[in-house]
Every structure is written in structure tokens, then in C-alpha cells.
């Protein structure tokens, strides 16, 4: 049986009840492994030992000028993408090979890794974010969560890269909100040696990366 994004019913935005301007795309959220506590969209916000696990949901709502949400409940999320008329996407809707009774495909899904949905899996549907775009006009800012790292991400990205410069859209790659953003923010101390960045600060190193990326920067 495929794994099918846990959020399906939302990916293309024909639930919604405001009119969007802004549209963030990540990867894929897992209906299984049973151990994926999400409740919605980058809800994983921290790991099966409590520590921190995903950004997003803080960095967001302060890129805003807002408190975080990171301790907030999905209504709360809601909410403030209502107010602030940001939608929010992925770009794969079903693993189509993945088989739940595999162990090791439970296992691969369970670790959330972007490289292996690229490579220990063979077919993908597609979420047709070019769609998407065509259905609301309203969607000018469009921003993707991943680094677009590899030939598979790229191949979905690119189309979307054109579409949007063709029509006149805002189109910008963000720095990751996962834990992986620490070796970008290693990277940037390397280069940086005045950078007082830390991991008790990662947070503030990816709203920094964010700002220079956003529209109202």
C-alpha cells in the first residue's frame, strides 16, 4: 500500500478559507510509521525525546514580528496563516512503492530524510504545484524549505523555478528549519569568525538566512 502524505487533503489548497498571497513548499510528511506525531504541516517540532526537532513554526511567526509557536497547537498554526495569507504545500503527495508491511520502508519513512524518499524509493506522485499556482492567482511569494539538494529534488523544482520567473512571481529557496540547518550555520562561523552563532541560537541563524530571503525583507 503507498505512503500517502498525512496532510493529502490539503496540498492543493482547495480548503482553504482565505485568499493566499504566500506559498512555503516543503517535501513530504509520512502517513506512517505510527511514530510521525505530526498534526499538521512541519508539526514535528520535536523528537521522541522532547529536544527540539524542526524550527519552522518559530521562525515563521517572528519573521512576522510575532511570539513563536513552536509550543502552539495546530489551530494556533492555522490561524496565523489565515492572518497573514500564507498557504503551505509539499512536493511529493504519495510514495506509490512504499509498502507498510516492509519493515525497512517503515524504518526509511521513519527517519524523515529528504535523501531517502529520493533514493530508496522509485515512484513519486507529484504534487502539481504548477497547478496550484494557476488556481490562485493571488500567489505571488513562493518559498521551498529544502536546499533543492540532488538531481530528484531538482527535477520537481525546476518546472516550478520557471513558471514562477515567466509570470512574475517571487521564487526563493530558504534555508532548511530542520536540524540540518546547523551545518550551514557551521559553515557561516567558518567563514564568519566574529559569528557568535550557536547551537542554543540555531534558531536565530535560520530567522536570519529567512529575512534575507522574504519579501518584505
Known sequence: MPCNHKFQADLILN???????????GTFN???????NASWFYGR?????????????????RLYGEPSLIDA??????????????????LIT??????????????FL???????IAEKFEHHLITDIIQILQNNQTL???????????????????????????????????LTPSKNARFSMFSYNRDNMNSNFTM??????????WQEQWHFR
Open 200 to 209: 542554543a541560537n540555531l534558531n536565530d541563524f535560520i530567522l536570519m538566512k
Open 45 to 61: 517540532t520535536h523528537d521522541d525525546h522532547g529536544n527540539r526537532n524542526n524550527s519552522f513554526w518559530d521562525v515563521l511567526p
Open 73 to 90: 497547537d495546530t489551530s494556533d498554526w492555522k490561524n496565523f496563516c489565515i492572518r497573514n495569507q500564507i498557504a503551505i504545500t509539499d
Open 110 to 116: 521513519g527517519g524523515y530524510a529528504d535523501n531517502v
Open 140 to 174: 505571488t511569494n513562493i518559498y521551498i524549505t529544502n536546499g533543492v539538494n540532488g538531481s530528484f529534488w531538482t527535477k520537481i523544482w525546476r518546472p516550478i523555478e520557471k513558471y514562477c520567473d515567466l509570470h512574475g512571481k517571487r521564487c526563493n529557496t530558504l
Open 30 to 36: 509520512p502517513s506512517w510509521p505510527e511514530t510521525n
Open 15 to 25: 480548503r482553504l478559507s482565505f485568499i493566499p498571497t504566500t506559498l512555503i513548499i
Open 94 to 107: 504519495s510514495i506509490i512503492d512504499a509498502d507498510e508491511g516492509n519493515e525497512l520502508h517503515a524504518k
